[in-house]
T-cell receptor, first 111, second 115 residues
Framework: AQSVSQHNHHVILSEAASLELGCNYS??????LFWYVQYPGQHLQLLLK??????LVKGIKGFEAEFIKSKFSFNLRKPSVQWSDTAEYFC?????????FGKGTTLSVSS | EAGVTQFPSHSVIEKGQTVTLRCDPI?????LYWYRRVMGKEIKFLLH????????ESGMPNNRFLAERTGGTYSTLKVQPAELEDSGVYFC?????????????FGPGTRLTVL
């Protein structure tokens, strides 16, 4: 069965700093990968997803992620974070119709 | 369009009691999923409905959990009797199809506390 590792439990950044959150999944083959975000008091929402094609995926709110098959990785990036990016971020891989999530990374951005 | 809704938002019950959680998917979404996040752990898949049929219930922890989806619309998840380890946030999600390109849209979750 698939598993997902998110390397950082809590990341603290200042506004305008660059962000990279790590995500690794356990085994290869064809994978469908996702990043979800949960802002304080809100529900989980999709940031971006990868199915095939260009390994650099653009999402909402200036986020992007790069799929590197050889490293089993799907890291999330944003060049310049804002205070409003404070949230919990979840990486997930599809297995059958289920999503397999990592433990999540809490991002705190100070203004 | 309205998103996925869940009721209640919070529930506090004592060990041994019964609790029923409800999920209303986005209108027209045949696929409904339940997930659970125990504190400090990852969000885990519980089961998947296609219309009123259980497609995959491999994640259900034990027979104290019963999920139903009457008429292929809303779904309920009953825990009977509740145990301390059942505490956590229960998320519901829905998607129009179960195709691999389709997005699962999540509800706000129900926070269950078992004392």
């Amino acid at each position: 069965a698939q598993s997902v590792s998110q390397h950082n439990h809590h990341v603290i950044l200042s506004e305008a700093a660059s962000l990279e959150l790590g995500c690794n999944y356990s085994y290869g083959g064809t994978v469908n990968l996702f990043w979800y975000v949960q802002y304080p008091g809100q529900h989980l929402q999709l940031l971006l997803k990868y199915f095939s094609g260009d390994p650099l995926v653009k999402g909402i709110k200036g986020f992007e992620a790069e799929f590197i098959k050889s490293k089993f990785s799907f890291n999330l990036r944003k060049p310049s974070v804002q205070w409003s990016d404070t949230a919990e971020y979840f990486c997930a891989v599809r297995e059958g119709t289920a999503l397999i999530f990592g433990k999540g990374t809490t991002l705190s951005v100070s203004s | 369009e309205a998103g996925v809704t869940q009721f209640p938002s919070h529930s506090v019950i004592e060990k041994g009691q019964t609790v029923t959680l409800r999920c209303d998917p986005i209108s027209g979404h045949d696929n409904l999923y339940w997930y659970r996040r125990v504190m400090g752990k990852e969000i885990k898949f519980l089961l998947h409905f296609v219309k009123e049929s259980k497609q995959d219930e491999s994640g259900m922890p034990n027979n104290r959990f019963l999920a139903e989806r009457t008429g292929g619309t809303y779904s309920t998840l009953k825990v009977q009797p509740a145990e301390l380890e059942d505490s956590g946030v229960y998320f519901c999600a829905s998607s129009r199809t179960s195709g691999f390109t389709d997005t699962q849209y999540f509800g706000p979750g129900t926070r269950l506390t078992v004392l």
